[in-house]
């Protein structure tokens, strides 16, 4: 398997402008989590879907985020309207499951996204 | 809720030098314990993690961790560092029932001068 698959790398955009980040998990894994990396905050649980379904969003901090998992093998993170404290990095990550080394958390490369 | 405090965000060490970096959590109750490492421009990968048994669990590129249940504390250590080991370190911590899925750190950066 190809791992976890981010797209894309690299994102510059000016404020006020959506985002869309998206992501492909490892084929057979149920849950899929959305991160956020910064300096100030280190890494933080945006969300996490179980089965496509978005099981706990609290982490998600207002209501310019969404998050969808339209089926088992895509999934997106979208910032309308952008600003630049949403700069930072943002990770996708997939489970197997939930008990053991099913827990092990396998993340993609990242989305590095500045807001200018 | 749960928590998981990594206590040092920096650290800086010449090669050659012991490593422990702390990692605690807040419940009780059987407990699933992680290290992730992101070395520069990568990627978290797994470092280490520890279910049950021997608390002393070794990972690859030579480090430990002790599980060490009264102090609720899953501390990574390595006994000499190396340029290559410059990274940040995440420990993570899965408690029964609730959300199921492990609680991250916010992290630990290390960096090892030559």
């Known amino acids: 398997d190809a791992g976890v698959i981010q797209s894309p790398r690299h994102e510059v955009t000016e404020m006020g402008q959506e985002v869309t980040l998206r992501c492909k998990p490892i084929s057979g894994h149920d849950y899929l989590f959305w991160y956020r990396q910064t300096m100030m905050r280190g890494l933080e649980l945006l969300i996490y879907f179980n089965n496509n379904v978005p099981i706990d969003d609290s982490g998600m901090p207002e209501d310019r985020f969404s998050a969808k998992m339209p089926n088992a093998s895509f999934s997106t993170l979208k910032i309308q309207p952008s600003e630049p404290r949403d700069s930072a990095v943002y990770f996708c990550a997939s489970s197997l499951g939930r008990t053991g080394d099913e827990n092990i958390q396998y993340f993609g490369a990242g989305t590095r996204l500045s807001v200018l | 809720a749960q928590s998981v405090s990594q206590h040092n965000h920096h650290v800086i060490l010449s090669e050659a030098a012991s490593l422990e970096l702390g990692c605690n959590y807040s419940?009780?109750?059987?407990?699933?314990l992680f290290w992730y490492v992101q070395y520069p421009g990568q990627h978290l990968q797994l470092l280490l993690k520890y279910f049950s048994g021997d608390p002393l669990v070794k990972g690859i590129k030579g480090f430990e961790a002790e599980f060490i249940k009264s102090k609720f504390s899953f501390n990574l250590r390595k006994p000499s560092v190396q340029w290559s080991d410059t990274a940040e370190y995440f420990c993570?911590?899965?408690?029964?029932?609730?959300?199921?899925?492990?609680?991250f750190g916010r992290g630990t950066s290390l960096i090892v001068h030559p």
């Open positions: 419940y009780g109750g059987t407990v699933n």
């Open positions: 993570a911590v899965k408690a029964p029932g609730g959300s199921y899925i492990p609680t």
